[in-house]
């Protein structure tokens, strides 16, 4: 073991995160720690490293174990040094033994002394052992795979971007190979390219790594096993995120009948004990059973604890057929050109999603679709009734700082009362009295979800939306998800988020060769596409090389190996295999008692109305009607007595049956 926790509480005031949580980390496995907001995915990996204290239990690390920790607090660090000087920090040990092998071969070439010498032999061989000659090759690999250019790796570390600095804080981490690495969100700063180049690089990592994410696709082919926190407990599902899901189904399902059938149990036996306590013949029966169920471990109810919220779109105008044109447009920052006389169109009911690697300019392309953004040539054309609404993570001046967020909401428009305002904004993580914080107090993620709210009750019949899955849990990603796939109007977003586009977009724009290349299609069949026309590209440049080389040997085309479906998994076989006769005589003995249960509750309010009849003093008048109600009273008594005793009986065949 690694690391982990054993009977570990933590709590943050009187607010307890987890109690009584026990989780083992191996070597060898890729853990997605996931959870809703709020329920302490980050403090448990503060847990983890000692940053954070346990108020009960113990937090296990191995001695030996080496644990790399990347999370948002890291951007506070600065430096003039170059990028590539920070990720080659790595190799501290490394950087020191090429300064001592320079100045003991300074001294060697002073002094030629033996000793001096076999210093400096022992010092190359260290160095050799570290493999301290490629560390610069396998850094500039790293940080390239990650999207910094060549030119990039000299430039200063202070002049880039928090996301950017945040890729070269992976890099170092990732090059020092931990035995046990853990990503407080890694992929919320990384663009689809550096996301698939990560994701083969921790397939292929020799230490552990514990994730949290809301990237389904990443957690799907990253992890293998799931640590969910919930109800301040860690849930434990052994293989990815499709697993957890369909697990966690089955095994809320299981629990409710469990819980249903115990509280059946529970009900049968109380009506028993109140039936008999006072019986001579049963109290000590009905006494053990009280006694037993004082015992027994109650099941939880298994209602999914979570916010149950619709985001619902208004949309007022319908527009044109056309909502957006750009003919020819044309542009570039100095030297760099974004695109060139590229044209597109965006009809009604298109969801586009544009995608590919940072720096090819979508987002600087959904400006120019916004209008706020101006082109170095071409045209730009806006459709009839068009109301559109433009998120952006880094435009929110348009906020005012004075408000509190319920004032900023208000302000929309949106004719919403306070109260669906406020379940709005729970939606987007403000709960309680968060909503009633001013603006200006809040954290730059806090601001975009914001205006992420503002945008989605604008009653726009056209969305503009760059990156709206940042800085948003699972939920209520897939909240939003749902809303947009409802939304009535058009939309064109710029995300990372492969599962959001997947399930959000009808059409793929990718800038290539700066032009806007269009793929009338989901992200699904876009990635199916693309795969298919690199295996053609191959295949060509095989063809080609082949007939080049003149070869007169017939060429057998190569078959692609189709990929074997995983093994079904059967369920294990029970140890104790069902008895059906045994079952089925419970099952008969069941509706019997039920059915008891139900005639002596009928018959004693007959009895009652019989003996309620005999106390009225006007029927001793009539010697036949006395004698008709006696008559009748006594029957529904002995019928009373009889089922009361069979009733008996059925319970205590229910009791050995259900013991066997």
Sequence with gaps: MLAGFQNVTFEFGARAIVTEATWHIQPGERIGLIGYNGTGKSTLLKLLVGQYLPSAGTVERSRSTSIGYLHQDLLSFDTEESILQVALGAFERVLE???????????????????????????????ETLGGYNIHHRTEEVLQGLGFTNADLQRPYKEFSGGWRMRVLLAKMILQQPDLLLLDEPTNHLDMPSIEWLEKYLLHYQGSVVIVSHDKYFLNRMVNKIVEVYQQQLHIYNGNYDFYEKEKAIRIEMQQKAYENQQDYIRQQERFIERFKAKASKAAQAQSIMKRLDKLERIEDAELERPDIRINFRVDKVPGKVLAELHNVSKSYGDNLIIKNSSVEIDRGDKIALIGANGKGKSTLLRIIAGIETFDSGERKWGHNVEESFYAQHQLEALNVNNTILDEMRECGSQMT???????????????????????????????????????????????LDEPTNHLDMHSCDLLIDALDKY???????SHDRYFVSKTANKIWE???????????????????????????????????????????????????????????????????????????????????????????????????LEKALSDPEIYADKNKFREAESAYQQAAAEVDKLNKEYETVFEKLMELEGQ
């Design 488 to 494: 009535q109007g058009s939309l064109v977003l710029v």
């Design 418 to 464: 306070d109260l669906e305002l406020r379940g709005l904004l729970g939606c987007f993580l403000f709960s309680g009295d968060d909503s009633d914080k001013k603006i200006r107090v809040l954290s730059g993620g806090e601001k975009a979800r914001v205006a992420l709210a503002k945008t989605i009750v604008s009653k726009a019949n056209f969305l503009m």
């Design 97 to 127: 033994l090429e300064k001592e092998i320079e100045e003991i071969g300074k001294e060697l070439e002073r002094t030629g002394d033996e000793t001096t010498l076999l210093a400096y032999t022992d010092r190359l061989h260290e160095l």
């Design 511 to 609: 800038i290539v060769d700066h032009e806007i290349k269009e793929f009338k299609g989901g992200y699904d069949e876009w990635v199916a596409w693309k795969e298919r026309m690199a295996r053609l590209e191959a295949e060509s440049k095989k063809a080609e090389k082949a007939e080049k080389n003149e070869k007169t040997a017939p060429q057998q085309k190569e078959k692609e190996k189709e990929k074997e479906p995983a093994p079904k998994e059967t369920p294990p076989a029970s140890n104790t295999p069902i008895n059906k006769e045994l079952k089925k005589e419970l099952q008969k003995q069941q509706k019997r008692f039920q059915q008891l249960e139900q005639q002596i509750a009928e018959l004693k309010l007959r009895k009652d109305k």
